[in-house]
């Protein structure tokens, strides 16, 4: 047990000055399109928190996870909303705040069982001890899936609407977020009526965040 302490909080603070260079969930889905015949595909760029458009940082947050800059890596009023609904059937994305999401995608599998869960809550509970709010967000929109073989807002940004992720609009920038629930099944470049109705609720809960004081530019 010393050995696995020692060994996850050495990665984590690893983690928190090295750029992740890979994660289980980019290995995966390059070997579930090889069983479908495709070419080998991750396709990813790096860029530092400064480097990302404030407009995507804050459609992240307002998309996301509206409670990030105050909690410490849980939120537990979406999670017992989640909870409640799914067990009246309904369909809903679950409570995971952007902590426990960037711990799932940087250190463990892909999958659902409680031995997982109890790992996400260990390393969400690492990385914000260890990590600054901007370097969670930073991982976050650098690893996070956003579409077939495309990981990070600067090859999403780039792939999808051909800039860099530093130029994004406030409209561009709800919209990669908008896709998030199931980047493989919906694109940012050709919207449902469904992905725009997201589009319109992360733009307004920007604005209410703003007017509250919770979203400031460089955070």
Request: aromatic share 18%.
């Given at each position: 047990?010393?050995?696995?302490?020692?060994?996850?909080?050495?990665?984590?603070?690893?983690?928190?000055?090295?750029?992740?260079?890979?994660?289980?969930?980019?290995?995966?889905?390059?070997?579930?399109?090889?069983?479908?015949?495709?070419?080998?595909?991750?396709?990813?760029?790096?860029?530092?928190?400064?480097?990302?458009?404030?407009?995507?940082?804050?459609?992240?947050?307002?998309?996301?996870?509206?409670?990030?800059?105050?909690h410490h890596g849980f939120d537990f009023n979406a999670m017992e909303k989640a909870y409640s609904k799914n067990k009246k059937g309904k369909k809903i994305r679950g409570g995971s705040t952007i902590s426990q999401q960037t711990a799932k995608n940087v250190f463990l599998w892909a999958g659902r069982s409680y031995i997982r869960k109890g790992f996400e809550a260990y390393f969400t509970f690492l990385i914000e001890t260890l990590w600054s709010k901007k370097r969670i967000l930073e991982v976050y929109l650098n690893v996070i899936e956003m579409g077939d073989g495309i990981y990070g807002a600067e090859t999403a940004s780039q792939t999808y609407f051909n800039k860099s992720a530093e130029k994004l609009t406030k409209a561009q920038a709800a919209l990669i977020v908008a896709v998030l629930p199931n980047p493989r099944k919906w694109s940012p470049a050709k919207p449902t009526a469904f992905i725009y109705h997201k589009q319109y609720l992360i733009l307004r809960n920007i604005k209410n965040l703003e007017r509250l004081g919770v979203l400031k530019n460089g955070f």
């Open positions: 047990m010393l050995w696995f302490f020692a060994a996850t909080i050495v990665w984590v603070l690893l983690y928190k000055f090295i750029d992740p260079p890979i994660t289980y969930l980019m290995i995966e889905r390059g070997f579930e399109r090889k069983v479908d015949g495709k070419d080998w595909k991750i396709d990813k760029k790096w860029k530092d928190f400064d480097e990302l458009s404030i407009n995507l940082k804050k459609a992240a947050i307002a998309g996301e996870d509206a409670t990030f800059m105050s």
